[in-house]
């Protein structure tokens, strides 16, 4: 086998077990953690519309680094360059993602009628395999918190110690 299927491979196999995938796309500081699922050769996505995911960036033509962690440990598997390519619509390649997408979104406040509402105010887009894998990022790629006058919380109840300890006592009888 040539290097370029074992590559092919680790990508698809990697990014079809993995319900979520970092993506920075060009010309973005950092990148952002996205559901998707994987569907005829590419990782498919559902957002920038109300109640689901952002998607900055991932524009139509564009190109996005993808890492792909383990499902099992969450530790960063394969890296691999994308080609962004939005589905319109209506189309045939649109029908066919929205029924996978479909499948896996969770908690949708809209149940049967979330397709409708994905046509009229959300973006559907593949995201491309364009050839081999990318080197693994080195260090930490999270981004710094942004400024929020949200404070820590409180000091945890003077019971609480005494519940937890009690339900150890339970377990070990």
Do not use: F
């Amino acid at each position: 086998m040539t290097r370029e299927l074992l590559d092919q491979a680790l990508v698809e196999e990697a990014t079809k077990k993995s319900g979520l995938i970092w993506v920075k796309a060009a010309g973005v500081p950092a990148a952002r953690a996205l559901w998707h699922v994987w569907h005829e050769g590419a990782a498919c996505l559902v957002g920038d519309g109300p109640g689901e995911q952002p998607l900055p960036g991932l524009a139509d033509g564009a190109s996005a680094e993808v890492t792909v962690r383990s499902k099992d440990k969450g530790g960063r598997l394969v890296s691999w360059t994308a080609r962004v390519v939005q589905l319109a619509p209506g189309t045939e390649a649109w029908d066919a993602a929205v029924a996978e997408l479909k499948g896996k979104r969770l908690n949708a406040p809209d149940g049967e009628a979330m397709t409708a509402r994905w046509a009229a105010e959300c973006r559907v887009v593949r995201l491309e395999p364009t050839g081999g894998t990318l080197p693994l990022p080195d260090g930490d790629l999270a981004a710094a918190p942004v400024p929020s006058p949200a404070t820590t919380r409180e000091p945890i109840p003077a019971g609480l110690p005494r519940l937890l300890l009690k339900k150890r006592k339970r377990k070990q009888a």
